[in-house]
């Protein structure tokens, strides 16, 4: 595949989480493919641990990885319903997890968004004040200013 | 030291250093730190080959908390060669924390300040020591103790009037503190964040005027960008220097500032709302490329800074321009009694500036 034009594909990563904003994400991008065919849907989680200081031992931080897993994998297949209940091929939909890797989540979407070769992400916003925005980033915010050969959708 | 001491070997480690020091006193010696609160003053902590004995609490004012109490971090005296010491043993606490109206989980990690006193060795804008297990596995950290006081005092402490600051003392200061950010980039180029920067966190070392950084156990549930927080850090010590002091809106309205008039809700500080970062609305010397650097931590911001980098760019070029600036001023022929070169300079940003108002 050329990747340069790979934003023209039918290809749509929808970057997840357990939070609400992710959803609505879903629940808006499933409503309005819902009747076109030839699209693969990618949803993807990017597992964000606290850092090993966090935790007071290493089984503690076992525990919390476990348990984060079935969380997120619970959730990911949640998402898939709602796409299978609007009529897509099973298929045709994919899910991926990743750990972090780098400094910056949004980085590491975009970088499973050019590895997948996925021509469009789509993101829920976050409802962050400006400060915590300042404080914290906002990966959407990031999103939007880094992407490259691709759409990028952020669904409020 | 190849055994363990024993009380008489303690003790006369003790009087070295102390020689009024109770023959007769039971020395209490702690092996295992578990129990932060059972290692007191006049106890001996040994770590290692090193014996340590324990004098106060450290204090420390947080988040209009003065002076309170830090029971696991301990002054102390090095036995070997009576060096002063700041002992942190490990304290596994997790609060919540707020920061103007943002509530945010933060956490206590030895370990993450043992990572960054390896790292950061004998670095001269860091306080410097080593981590050590103690017979339990905790990890505690002895600290080399720095004669000098925080660079908030310092600030505080200077008598003169914010104009003959600004042009006199504030340029070495910026100087000293360029250093202090090129530290932390340090920092993040290693994947390590300092977490707590704070004015009171840097200390002035008295035997080399170096500015240092302190306490790296403090951490935090990081989001989308691990360096944004420290970041916001430097800009609130960038302002508080420039500013030779908070300036705080409520002082404004107490003095009836003929500036409050022009201060506006975008020109606070983008957390601390009662601050006021449009600092050359106060002080119409400070050079605009200056002030555009603190606006990046106001309110009305539409852009900030992602890394130390580009922070630091802004910085350097501004020197750059005072740098030009005074040097054209050198070169013309003048003489010094009659045009005094700092009125010249604010002649020179006054007609280089862009009207506030």
Redesign the interface.
Known sequence: MNLSTHRNNKKILIAVNTSGNSRRAVSYVSKILRGFSGFHVVFLHVIDPPEEDYFSCRAEEEKWMVQHGIEIDRRLDEYRQIFIREGFDPKALSLRKTLRYGPSVAECILEEQHRLGCGTVVVGRQALSRSEEFLFGSISSKIVSHAKDCTVWVVE | MKTMPNQTSVRCMIQRWFPNYPNARVVEIHTDTTDFFRVGYDDVVVLGERAYFIRHNAKEGRFGLDDEEKFWVKRAFDLADGSRKIIKLVF?E?FSSR????E?EC?R????EARILELVGDHKNFMSGYAIPDEKGNIVRVLDFIYGKPLSILIEDIQSNHETYFHSEFPAILERFVGCIRAIRFLHEH?EKHGDIRRDHIIVDRENEHYRWIDYDF?Y?????????DL?GLGNILIFLVGKGDVLLSNLRREKHPALHRIRADDVN??FHNRVADLRKIYSYIPENLNRILLHFS?G?NW?YESTDQLLEDIETYRNSVEKIESRLKSDTTGPEENPPKIRLKERFADESIDPS
């Open positions: 596994h997790r920061i103007g109206d943002i945010f956490f990690s030895p370990r993450k994947e951490n549930r990081q989001r989308e960008n691990i360096f944004s927080y916001f983008i957390v309110r911001a900030f």
